[in-house]
């Protein structure tokens, strides 16, 4: 595991690498260093520094000011919100205010049963972003990697920015079936889960999967960003209308990468307002969406959740509740 943050690309700034790559392990996120996380039976959790004996996560936060574990709030992370350096671009963009001396995430290697992460829409950024995929048609017996992250009120505050709650992109609901790999302990973390259809492709006529992301019994297809990128480009013959909405941008490279750098330059300068975006990002996002939408036309998000997720009101001031993990290790002996 890197210990610095810089080893960490975000999507957001690389995005053919959505959604980017993560520890194999639990970790701790403190300001620019990753710091691996163990636990032990009595339900502490104990960062190591590489220097000295392990450190209490909950001696760390109090010494910084911050909230401890149980205080904090369970959010699951499943796409690029593994990568730490996606939180960190996300708490600079986002205007993250700590309410003690520094930044810090404590995450919880988790899996998730009978769900996958699959390609969703396309992003201004430049990529297939990723959603869940709860139907059991695709993903009986498959387990996922996830991770549960520790945020104080501020940090979730942040999330939903960035996962766009107040507009509709993403809604928040808490989802079960989601276990703790150490301890071994079923927890209902809250979980972003996505308004629009997942892609299908009419190629291989199911969803397709990010294979950046570990899964066991996987029973879809799965590839990387650039892989679908192409393939979305060839199967739907966008070949000649994106090469020309693009004109010349970074010509000599392939297609896709060309596309996904271009719409990503596109997306940091309006985000920056530097710009308005060029008319070509624009329809490249209707044309990509509408394909997209037209793919899955029997979604609903209620058949999508049922049995699996609780909507959640974010305008309840009480919508979330602390993790209280320690109880939770009470409750599983």
């Known amino acids: ?30 300001d620019n260093n990753i710091l691996p996380l163990t ?10 520094t590489g220097t000295s004996e392990p450190v209490a996560v909950d001696r760390i936060l109090e010494d910084l000011n911050l909230p401890p574990i149980d205080e904090r709030i369970a959010v699951l992370a499943y796409g690029a919100n593994r990568n730490p350096a996606t939180l960190k ?12 001396h520094a ?50 009120h501020d940090q979730l505050r942040v999330m939903n920015d960035s996962e766009n709650i107040k507009t509709g992109m993403y809604t928040l609901c808490d989802i079960n079936q989601v276990m703790l790999c150490n301890p071994d302990i079923a927890v209902t973390p809250l979980c972003y889960i996505g308004t629009d259809p997942l892609f299908v492709s009419k190629h291989h006529h199911t969803p397709i999967a990010f294979s950046t ?7 879809i297809p799965a590839k990387t960003t650039s892989e679908l990128i192409d393939h979305f480009i060839q199967v739907y013959d966008l070949n000649d209308k994106i090469a020309s909405l693009i004109n ?30 060029h008319k070509g990002y ?6 990509f ?7 899955n036309r029997t979604y609903s998000l209620q058949e999508k959740i049922k049995d699996r997720c609780r909507l959640i009101d974010t305008r309840d001031p009480h919508y979330y509740r602390p993790f209280e993990y320690k109880n939770l290790i009470n409750i599983s002996r």
């Open 39 to 48: 636990a032990e039976d009595s339900g502490a959790f104990f960062a190591h």
């Open 103 to 152: 930044i810090a995430v404590p995450m919880l290697k988790a899996y998730i049963k009978n769900a996958d992460v699959a390609a969703s829409g396309f992003h201004g950024q430049g990529y297939f972003f990723g959603d869940l995929l709860l139907d059991i048609k695709y993903t009986n017996l498959t387990e996922t990697e996830t991770w549960v992250m520790l945020l104080d």
């Open 248 to 277: 010349n941008h970074n010509e000599d490279a392939p297609l896709y990468k060309r596309l996904s750098s271009y719409m990503n330059n596109n997306w940091w300068k309006e985000f920056n307002k530097q710009h308005t975006a």
């Open 89 to 100: 671009i996300k708490f600079e963009n986002y205007r993250y205010q700590s309410p003690g």
């Open 289 to 295: 969406n509408a394909i997209i939408k037209a793919s």
């Open 1 to 30: 595991m890197s210990a610095n943050i810089d080893f960490w690309k975000p999507a957001r700034k690389f995005p053919l690498t959505y959604p980017g790559l993560c520890p194999d392990d639990s970790f701790l996120l403190l």
């Open 213 to 219: 992301v570990r899964a066991s019994n996987r029973n």
């Open 282 to 287: 624009k329809k490249i996002l209707k044309l």
